[in-house]
């Protein structure tokens, strides 16, 4: 079933004009340490970066103050990308942000779309999740292998020769991951990386599974 957070972000971009609040990130503080860590030991401050269902944007602007200069987001929710735009404004942050469907066909009239250029890593973190689970009935396993499908050459096509595909998951196992992006998608597994539980709605013990897959 895909999710659609507009909702949400409407009442996250109230609560920010209301009381500069951006809310917790979903996967907990370690867990996008963690995934900051392994970014600045793997990839050049001046590569390309593009985020994926970016949402507030808040992993691409703690890699901008990391000195990551060449950063860009974008989320096909247009409410998102004005929450992650005024919050940009507040922290004088220069990263692009713009609303595009990354699962949607690459405009090649658009030289400027995000979506037509190639990225040393590409970040999505609860994107791959939006979308189907198994056992959905909403989402049809024609549907879902569809999304797979998609997904895969998307990603393929955006990255360059040797680009990295991060992938952070509370909704699915490293073997789900790796049968359907890796095996199928044609990826190589350059690491998964090792990263705490979380607590999520007062409850502890969620695991987020993080996995760098390589072109
Ligand atoms: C679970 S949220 C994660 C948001 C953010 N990355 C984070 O970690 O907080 C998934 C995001 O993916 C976005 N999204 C879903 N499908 C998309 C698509 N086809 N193209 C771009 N963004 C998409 C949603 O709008 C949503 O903001």
Request: charged share 25%; aromatic share 8%.
């Amino acid at each position: 079933m895909e999710v659609n957070m507009d909702k949400k972000y409407e009442e996250d971009l109230e609560n920010f004009c209301d009381h500069g609040d951006i809310g917790d990130d979903w996967c907990g503080e370690d867990v996008l340490q963690a995934i900051l860590t392994w970014i600045k030991s793997n990839i050049e401050c001046d590569d390309p970066i593009l985020d994926i269902g970016c949402g507030n944007a808040n992993i691409i602007f703690q890699l901008y103050h990391q000195g990551f200069v060449n950063v860009t987001g974008i989320d096909k929710s247009p409410v998102a990308i004005k929450l992650a735009t005024e919050i940009s404004h507040q922290e004088c942050v220069k990263v692009k942000l713009e609303v595009c469907d990354v699962m949607g066909s690459v405009p090649s009239d658009m030289a400027e779309s995000p979506l037509n250029k190639k990225y040393r890593l590409i970040l999505d973190k609860g994107l791959y999740d939006s979308y189907a689970t198994a056992g959905s009935t909403v989402y049809t396993k024609a549907k879902q292998e569809q999304f797979r499908e998609t997904y895969s050459k998307n990603m393929r096509e955006l990255l360059m020769p040797g680009g990295i595909l991060l992938v952070a998951t509370c909704c699915h196992t490293e073997t789900y991951l790796k049968q359907t992006i890796g095996q199928r998608g044609h990826f190589k597994v350059r690491e998964v990386l090792p990263t705490p539980s979380f607590e999520f709605g007062g409850k502890k013990g969620h695991n987020v599974t993080v996995v760098a897959f390589q072109k």
